[in-house]
């Protein structure tokens, strides 16, 4: 609720006096005022202050006797109870102690926390300074020891590493993992070979270096070895997929070709098996029962001789290997026997297929067949563990040579375990400390924290979001301690307290003002800047004889159809808000639909205005109003009189339209006295029950307190 004038709503300050207007209109002393809990009275003179550093008002002279005389005015119109209950809230106002603001928790809070910081640097810098000096000592027992220490463990992880990649490179299953696994051996090797020749002749043994060279070496070595195997393997891995690839495709071209040479026709993807140009498909199917005979025998030791040499490419031993080659021979033997009994023209074609398959099993022109591809592969899969083996020997004679090393700085190891068993506990009860201090006193500091700030804080907005509901605002005496959170205690009570005091006058002059409005005799009509009926009282329906509701939101020109003076009125008054028209004559239509009547004549009185926001009006101050209020808009004030009666609006509605709407005499202890200006001579005639009914009823209008929305 900004710029508040406590002196219009009857607040003093804590030491009694009423509120001045100071630099900002005699607002809130938390908020820009001079007086009060929060207020800017730091700057004044000795002069300006009393007895015990309290403010004195800061009125004027001619402010005082405004002041006096509207008090004395208003003292006249108001009932006895109300002077009792103003004198009881003047008591009340200056019996309540000034609170003046004390950064109290910020200063604890520094002090506090700055405490904590200190002594956790000092700590902090002593362990740094004991750190640096047993690191120094450190190095300087351990200058030559460790840098050989730390290459023998070089060394020794990249034996372990190359025994590793070793095993890695046996169990590669494709070219990818192949060279994968040569990549990691490569750079190990390196890595070991630079880490041997950086020892150099000072921090390496002749003969340890040597034993190390010849270990590397044999690694070496038997690495390659493996990688032949490996690479040997994959070949054969790829002959034999090969192989079998072809042996599947004439196994399944077998039984086709068998019906083909039976009946005469041709099988299809037979070119996928041998070369069709250089041969001729039988026309026709063989006479006789024999050679029939023979080319199912034929094709059945085939198919024999093709299962023969699959089983052949995954046999798992030498043994299983010699009994399916034998199987394989004998199978190509009978097939070849069959192919003699066979009819002349079908021979050429089941030779060439019986050359294939002879080729594929014992591979005549020099190249891998399935049985010999099978046997090297089971050969290489038993010197592949010896190789294996030799590769981890030399890793292990690595390890030793670099064991042997590492025993010549045990005695170095020894004087770094007694330093540290020196230094050891010392850094951990100084962790200990300095972690318990910090403990204690982050907790010390929660403590105080939760007392003295976060329950307050919880209390008051608590209260705050209870007087949305308009609860009463009631802390506890704890709560108002005089820092910063008890002066925003103070200011929350007194908040709220004003916007329960606004609240109810607001309510009671709502009240009257409806009564007002309704009893007037004159008929009324409030219009919006668009010329429609914005709100009507009950005489505007009897003359227009219809109910209000039927008035609302109805273009003046509907109502009044034969009135352009009536119009004319109305844009001189919108064009110059806050005068008042010459009256205007004008009939009333009849609602059955007849001509208008000379008894239905009347008189036409028009003025504009421009609402105050609910906000401003409230407040009692010229503000402008807050984002979230409703803006200020003009209001078009018609009053039609039954025969010639100029006088219909007074002269002084216009600046009844922007006076204060808090005219309660029950909530306003003090009179009007506004903000000292001297325009304010008809603000407690407004508030009063013997205030002129046109004014009042003008004030209505332009203030938007209406029935309907007051």
């Not at 004395?72 to 009932?79: I, L, T, V």
């Not at 921090?203 to 070895?225: F, G, I, V």
Request: net charge neutral; charged share 25%; with cysteine.
């Amino acid at each position: 609720m900004r710029g508040l004038h406590l002196q219009k709503l009857g607040h003093h300050r804590r030491d009694g006096a009423p509120f001045g207007r100071g630099r900002r209109g005699g607002r809130i002393g938390g908020f820009g005022g001079r007086g009060g809990f929060g207020g800017r009275d730091h700057g004044l003179s000795k002069r300006q202050r009393g007895r015990g550093g309290r403010v004195r008002p800061t009125l004027s002279a001619a402010d005082r006797r405004r002041h006096t005389a509207r008090v004395s005015q208003g003292a006249k119109r108001r009932p006895q109870w109300h002077s009792e209950r103003v004198s009881a809230l003047v008591v009340a106002e200056r019996t309540r102690p000034a609170v003046t603001p004390h950064p109290r928790i910020a200063a604890r809070l520094v002090l506090f926390h700055g405490g904590i910081i200190v002594v956790c640097v000092a700590l902090a810098v002593v362990l740094l300074v004991q750190q640096e000096w047993a690191a120094r000592e450190r190095h300087a027992l351990l200058d030559e020891a460790l840098p050989r220490f730390s290459d023998m463990l070089e060394v020794s992880r990249l034996g372990d590493a190359l025994a590793e990649t070793a095993g890695a490179l046996a169990a590669a299953t494709s070219e990818a993992d192949r060279a994968t696994a040569l990549s990691a051996i490569a750079h190990a090797r390196a890595a070991l070979l630079d880490r041997i020749a950086a020892l150099g002749t000072r921090r390496l043994e002749p003969a340890t270096r040597d034993r190390l060279s010849t270990a590397a070496d044999d690694l070496a070595a038997a690495l390659d070895t493996l990688d032949a195997l490996v690479g040997r393997r994959l070949a054969l891995a790829g002959t034999t997929a090969e192989l079998n690839a072809k042996l599947s495709r004439i196994g399944d071209l077998l039984p086709a070709l068998e019906r083909g040479l039976l009946t005469g026709e041709a099988p299809d993807r037979l070119d996928g098996v041998v070369d069709m140009e250089r041969l001729e498909f039988p026309t026709g199917p063989s006479g006789e029962a024999a050679a029939a005979v023979a080319v199912r025998t034929w094709a059945r030791n085939a198919q024999v001789a093709v299962g023969m040499m699959l089983a052949a490419s995954g046999a798992a031993s030498t043994d299983e290997l010699d009994y399916l080659r034998i199987r394989t021979e004998e199978a190509l033997r009978r097939s070849a026997g069959a192919i003699r009994a066979a009819d002349r023209g079908a021979r050429p074609l089941m030779e060439a297929i019986q050359g294939a398959l002879t080729d594929i099993s014992v591979s005549r022109d020099g190249s891998d067949g399935v049985i010999r591809a099978r046997r090297q592969h089971l050969t290489l899969n038993q010197n592949t563990p010896a190789v294996l083996a030799r590769g981890r020997q030399a890793s292990d004679r690595l390890t030793a040579a670099v064991s042997q090393i590492i025993a010549d700085v045990q005695q170095a190891r020894a004087v770094q375990v007694a330093q540290r068993a020196r230094t050891h506990p010392m850094w951990r009860l100084g962790i200990g400390l300095l972690a318990g201090l910090g403990v204690v006193l982050a907790l010390l500091s929660f403590l105080f924290l939760w007392r003295a700030v976060v329950r307050r804080s919880r209390r008051l907005g608590r209260a705050a979001l209870a007087a949305r509901d308009d609860t009463p605002v009631r802390l506890p005496d704890r709560d108002l301690w005089p820092d910063e959170l008890g002066v925003v205690a103070h200011a929350v009570e007194a908040l709220d307290a004003e916007r329960r005091r606004l609240a109810a006058a607001r309510r009671d002059q709502g009240r009257r003002l409806s009564v007002l409005f309704a009893g007037l005799p004159d008929a009324v009509l409030l219009l919006t800047a668009d010329r429609q009926v914005d709100d009507a009282n009950p005489a505007a329906a009897r003359l227009f004889e219809r109910p209000v509701t039927h008035l609302l939101a109805k273009p003046l020109g509907t109502l009044l159809p034969d009135a352009p003076e009536v119009a004319a009125a109305v844009d001189r008054a919108l064009k110059a808000p806050g005068t008042i028209g010459e009256p205007v004559t004008a009939r009333v239509p009849d609602p059955a639909g007849g001509a208008a009547s000379a008894d239905r004549t009347v008189v036409v009185s028009v003025t504009a205005a421009f609402a105050a926001p609910s906000g401003a009006a409230a407040a009692g101050t010229d503000d402008e109003p807050d984002d979230d209020g409703p803006a200020a808009g003009p209001l078009v004030v018609v009053v039609l009189r039954s025969g010639p009666r100029p006088d219909a609006i007074p002269e002084d509605a216009a600046a009844e339209s922007h006076g204060d709407p808090d005219g309660d005499p029950r909530g306003d202890p003090e009179g009007d006295t506004g903000d000292g200006s001297e325009d304010d001579g008809g603000e407690d005639g407004a508030a009063t029950p013997d205030a002129r009914p046109p004014a009042q009823g003008d004030r209505a209008a332009s203030e938007g307190a209406r029935p309907h929305v007051s």
